[in-house]
Protein backbone atom coordinates (compact mmCIF):
# COMPACT_ATOMS: atom_id res chain seq x y z
CA UNK A 1 0.00 0.00 0.00
CA UNK A 2 1.51 3.49 -0.95
CA UNK A 3 1.21 6.48 1.56
CA UNK A 4 -0.99 9.02 0.50
CA UNK A 5 1.54 11.72 0.17
CA UNK A 6 4.26 10.14 -2.37
CA UNK A 7 3.07 9.27 -5.81
CA UNK A 8 3.78 6.63 -7.27
CA UNK A 9 5.26 7.12 -10.07
CA UNK A 10 7.98 8.95 -8.32
CA UNK A 11 10.23 9.02 -4.71
CA UNK A 12 9.47 11.80 -2.73
CA UNK A 13 6.70 14.05 -1.03
CA UNK A 14 3.63 14.70 -3.90
CA UNK A 15 4.03 18.18 -5.55
CA UNK A 16 1.40 20.49 -6.90
CA UNK A 17 0.88 23.11 -9.17
CA UNK A 18 1.91 25.67 -6.47
CA UNK A 19 4.63 24.13 -5.59
CA UNK A 20 5.86 24.74 -9.20
CA UNK A 21 4.29 28.24 -8.94
CA UNK A 22 6.55 28.74 -6.06
CA UNK A 23 9.75 27.38 -8.00
CA UNK A 24 9.72 29.67 -10.54
CA UNK A 25 8.97 32.94 -8.69
CA UNK A 26 11.28 31.98 -5.72
CA UNK A 27 12.82 28.74 -4.21
CA UNK A 28 13.26 29.93 -1.23
CA UNK A 29 9.14 30.63 -1.36
CA UNK A 30 8.69 26.69 -2.40
CA UNK A 31 11.07 25.80 0.48
CA UNK A 32 8.91 27.70 3.14
CA UNK A 33 6.06 26.16 1.62
CA UNK A 34 6.95 22.97 1.88
CA UNK A 35 7.64 23.07 5.41
CA UNK A 36 4.31 24.19 6.07
CA UNK A 37 5.05 28.15 6.41
CA UNK A 38 1.68 29.53 4.94
CA UNK A 39 1.70 33.75 5.14
CA UNK A 40 -0.90 33.45 2.19
CA UNK A 41 -3.66 32.96 4.77
CA UNK A 42 -2.94 36.67 5.57
CA UNK A 43 -2.66 38.39 2.27
CA UNK A 44 -4.97 40.78 0.59
CA UNK A 45 -3.65 39.78 -3.19
CA UNK A 46 -4.26 36.17 -1.85
CA UNK A 47 -7.59 36.73 -1.13
CA UNK A 48 -8.56 38.96 -4.15
CA UNK A 49 -7.18 36.37 -5.96
CA UNK A 50 -10.04 33.98 -4.45
CA UNK A 51 -12.52 36.55 -5.30
CA UNK A 52 -11.67 36.50 -8.89
CA UNK A 53 -11.42 32.67 -9.06
CA UNK A 54 -14.76 32.38 -7.16
CA UNK A 55 -16.39 35.24 -9.42
CA UNK A 56 -15.31 34.17 -13.15
CA UNK A 57 -16.34 31.41 -14.92
CA UNK A 58 -18.41 30.27 -12.41
CA UNK A 59 -20.32 27.07 -14.09
CA UNK A 60 -16.75 25.21 -14.36
CA UNK A 61 -16.19 23.01 -11.48
CA UNK A 62 -12.50 22.85 -9.99
CA UNK A 63 -10.74 18.97 -10.38
CA UNK A 64 -9.19 17.59 -7.14
CA UNK A 65 -5.90 15.35 -7.72
CA UNK A 66 -5.08 15.05 -4.28
CA UNK A 67 -1.43 16.88 -5.00
CA UNK A 68 -3.00 19.43 -6.98
CA UNK A 69 -6.57 21.23 -7.93
CA UNK A 70 -7.23 22.35 -11.60
CA UNK A 71 -9.37 25.21 -12.08
CA UNK A 72 -11.34 23.36 -15.03
CA UNK A 73 -10.54 20.83 -17.96
CA UNK A 74 -12.79 21.09 -20.84
CA UNK A 75 -13.41 18.81 -23.45
CA UNK A 76 -10.69 17.33 -25.22
CA UNK A 77 -8.50 18.02 -22.19
CA UNK A 78 -7.73 21.35 -22.37
CA UNK A 79 -6.43 22.23 -18.55
CA UNK A 80 -7.94 25.93 -18.11
CA UNK A 81 -5.91 28.18 -14.81
CA UNK A 82 -7.51 31.23 -13.99
CA UNK A 83 -5.49 34.11 -13.03
CA UNK A 84 -5.98 37.07 -11.04
CA UNK A 85 -2.65 38.83 -12.22
CA UNK A 86 -2.62 41.71 -14.92
CA UNK A 87 0.36 40.62 -16.58
CA UNK A 88 0.94 36.59 -17.87
CA UNK A 89 4.31 34.88 -16.21
CA UNK A 90 6.23 32.25 -17.06
CA UNK A 91 5.30 30.50 -13.59
CA UNK A 92 1.87 30.49 -14.53
CA UNK A 93 2.98 28.55 -17.59
CA UNK A 94 4.48 26.01 -15.74
CA UNK A 95 1.88 25.44 -13.22
CA UNK A 96 -0.53 24.65 -16.38
CA UNK A 97 2.02 22.00 -18.00
CA UNK A 98 2.72 20.64 -14.33
CA UNK A 99 -1.01 19.82 -14.28
CA UNK A 100 -1.09 18.32 -17.91
CA UNK A 101 1.84 16.09 -16.79
CA UNK A 102 -0.34 15.01 -13.80
CA UNK A 103 -3.24 14.39 -15.83
CA UNK A 104 -1.44 12.29 -18.30
CA UNK A 105 0.00 10.03 -15.52
CA UNK A 106 -3.62 9.06 -14.98
CA UNK A 107 -4.05 7.90 -18.34
CA UNK A 108 -5.36 11.31 -19.71
CA UNK A 109 -4.51 12.44 -23.20
CA UNK A 110 -4.03 16.09 -22.56
CA UNK A 111 -3.65 18.30 -25.59
CA UNK A 112 -2.93 21.71 -23.84
CA UNK A 113 -3.80 24.64 -21.59
CA UNK A 114 -5.48 27.83 -21.44
CA UNK A 115 -4.19 30.57 -18.82
CA UNK A 116 -7.00 32.72 -18.22
CA UNK A 117 -6.56 36.55 -17.15
CA UNK A 118 -10.29 38.31 -16.49
CA UNK A 119 -8.91 41.61 -15.42
CA UNK A 120 -6.97 41.80 -18.38
CA UNK A 121 -9.25 40.02 -20.91
CA UNK A 122 -6.46 37.84 -22.25
CA UNK A 123 -5.46 34.68 -22.28
CA UNK A 124 -2.43 32.29 -22.89
CA UNK A 125 -2.46 29.11 -24.76
CA UNK A 126 0.26 26.58 -22.79
CA UNK A 127 1.02 24.01 -25.59
CA UNK A 128 1.41 20.15 -24.93
CA UNK A 129 3.70 17.71 -26.49
CA UNK A 130 6.87 16.31 -25.66
CA UNK A 131 9.47 19.61 -24.73
CA UNK A 132 6.37 20.78 -22.60
CA UNK A 133 5.93 17.12 -20.83
CA UNK A 134 10.47 17.64 -20.61
CA UNK A 135 10.31 21.19 -19.80
CA UNK A 136 7.23 19.73 -16.83
CA UNK A 137 9.19 16.63 -15.34
CA UNK A 138 12.69 18.97 -15.34
CA UNK A 139 10.68 21.30 -13.34
CA UNK A 140 8.86 18.89 -10.94
CA UNK A 141 12.59 17.19 -10.57
CA UNK A 142 14.00 21.02 -9.84
CA UNK A 143 10.69 21.53 -6.82
CA UNK A 144 11.77 17.84 -5.23
CA UNK A 145 15.38 18.96 -5.45
CA UNK A 146 14.66 22.46 -3.49
CA UNK A 147 11.91 21.06 -0.99
CA UNK A 148 15.00 18.33 -0.34
CA UNK A 149 17.71 20.78 0.64
CA UNK A 150 18.42 21.02 4.70
CA UNK A 151 18.95 25.12 4.26
CA UNK A 152 16.42 27.48 2.64
CA UNK A 153 17.75 28.98 -0.53
CA UNK A 154 19.35 32.49 -0.89
CA UNK A 155 16.12 35.24 -1.02
CA UNK A 156 15.86 36.90 -3.97
CA UNK A 157 16.77 40.77 -4.18
CA UNK A 158 14.25 42.90 -2.24
CA UNK A 159 12.63 44.54 -5.56
CA UNK A 160 12.03 40.60 -6.63
CA UNK A 161 10.02 40.40 -3.40
CA UNK A 162 7.56 42.86 -3.98
CA UNK A 163 3.60 42.11 -2.83
CA UNK A 164 4.92 38.67 -1.87
CA UNK A 165 3.27 37.05 1.09
CA UNK A 166 6.36 35.88 2.39
CA UNK A 167 8.01 39.18 2.40
CA UNK A 168 8.12 39.62 6.50
CA UNK A 169 9.51 36.42 7.24
CA UNK A 170 12.55 36.91 4.39
CA UNK A 171 13.15 40.82 5.31
CA UNK A 172 11.76 41.07 8.33
CA UNK A 173 13.22 42.54 11.54
Avoid at 6 to 19: L, R, S
Avoid at 51 to 76: M, Q, S, Y
Avoid at 138 to 150: G, K, L, M, P, S
Amino acid sequence: MSRPDIHPAHDGPAVGGVHIKYLIHCPRQLWLYARGYRPEQRSDLVAFGEVVADTTFTRRRDIDLGEAKIDWVTTGAIVHETKSSRAPSPAHEAQVRHYCLLLERRGVTVRGGTVHYPLIRRTTKVPWDDDARTMAEDTEAEARNVIATTEAPARLARTGCRNCSYLDYCWGD
